[in-house]
């Protein structure tokens, strides 16, 4: 079983940065990825990393976001940068079961509860 808990969200205007956090337990050496969800609209993937470093991302956060891991803190992250109002949403960690590099969130096994990202314009 691999609980996640995701912290760092917060609120900023335009421009501005923030670093998302999402402590792992249990069986994380998988795919991990972060979701986000807006008001009115579906789950879309933002980034994953594989087990071996590999990442992919949104075109939407192409050059604004990175996504990485600290295995020995077994810590995911996302740093965001340069930040848009249309970056606000509800962020969520989750995990596969495997090694798959995937922003298809029907791949993800394993779900954070959410952080709260506003973007101020």
């Known amino acids: 079983q691999v609980q996640l808990v995701e912290s760092g969200g917060g609120s900023v205007q335009a421009g501005g940065s923030l670093r998302l956090s999402c402590a792992a337990s249990g069986r994380t050496y998988t795919s991990m990825g972060w979701f986000r969800q807006a008001p009115g609209k579906g789950r879309e993937g933002v980034a994953s990393i594989d087990p071996n470093g590999r990442t992919t991302y949104a075109d939407s956060v192409k050059g604004r976001f990175s996504i990485s891991k600290d295995n020995a803190k077994n810590t995911l992250y996302l740093q965001m940068n340069t930040l848009k109002p249309e970056d606000t949403a509800l962020y969520y960690c989750?995990?596969?079961?495997?090694?798959?590099?995937?922003?298809?969130?029907?791949?993800?096994?394993?779900w954070g509860q959410g952080t709260q990202v506003t973007v101020s314009s």
């Open positions: 989750a995990a596969t079961a495997s090694y798959v590099l995937t922003l298809n969130p029907g791949h993800y096994v394993y």
